[in-house]
């Protein structure tokens, strides 16, 4: 019989916001008939960010900070932003379509990237000022386009000044961790010459 753990609190939440994201989806499409897809797929996108904020205040308060968790929380983050952005390239086109293209690349390229620096440069990647900045756009475009009809016309132009901010977010990584980057290579070139010279070794033996 399981049971239950009050530092299990969080991971909880982060598996209540992955349940929210196909939710998300059926609203967004109208596949639930609802008043407005836009205001109710966006009334989840809200619960899912409010949630989002009590997981993580609940386990740096608490220390409830648990391996599944680092994986957890920011898979459910991922998960949604890559679904909302495929679901708006969907539905209005346009720049939305390279903002959803953008986002799988960006973060194939950093999910790979950051798992060679972990593994071979140990150094820990840590959210900065201009990730947090391209966040804050992101959250702003998906506000705007769920709870604010008005701006419908606008859409497009929001679209492609989050994608500036994505791209500046993007670059300005590379840029920060370049030198670890640059370390990761070496040794990978390193470990390579490394293993041919063994491979080299036996033979001759």
Not at 52 to 60: F, I, M, S
Not at 129 to 147: E, N
Request: proline residues 3%; glycine residues 6%; contains cysteine.
């Amino acid at each position: 019989m399981a049971v239950f753990k009050k530092e299990q609190i969080p991971n909880y939440i982060s598996i209540f916001r992955i349940i929210l994201i196909p939710l998300y989806v059926l609203f967004f499409f109208g596949i639930i008939p609802s008043f407005d897809s836009l205001i109710s797929s966006g009334i989840i996108f809200f619960v899912a960010g409010v949630s989002d904020l009590v997981d993580g205040y609940l386990a740096r308060k608490n220390n409830w900070i648990t391996d599944l968790g680092k994986l957890l929380d920011p898979f459910a983050d991922k998960m949604m932003e890559l679904t909302i952005n495929i679901c708006m390239a969907i539905r209005f086109q346009g720049a939305f379509i390279i903002l959803a293209g953008f986002t799988i690349l960006k973060e194939a390229v950093m999910i790979v990237g950051a798992y060679i620096i972990l593994k071979h440069g140990k150094i820990a990647v840590s959210s900065v000022w201009y990730g947090k900045a391209a966040t804050f756009a992101w959250f702003l475009t998906v506000f705007s386009v769920s709870f604010i009809p008005a701006a419908a016309p606008l859409r497009q132009y929001f679209c492609a000044v989050l994608i500036g901010f994505m791209i500046f977010a993007f670059v300005m990584y590379v840029i920060h961790f370049k030198d670890a980057i640059a370390k990761t290579w070496a040794e990978l070139h390193k470990d390579k010459e490394t293993n041919a010279s063994q491979e080299e070794a036996e033979e001759i033996e």
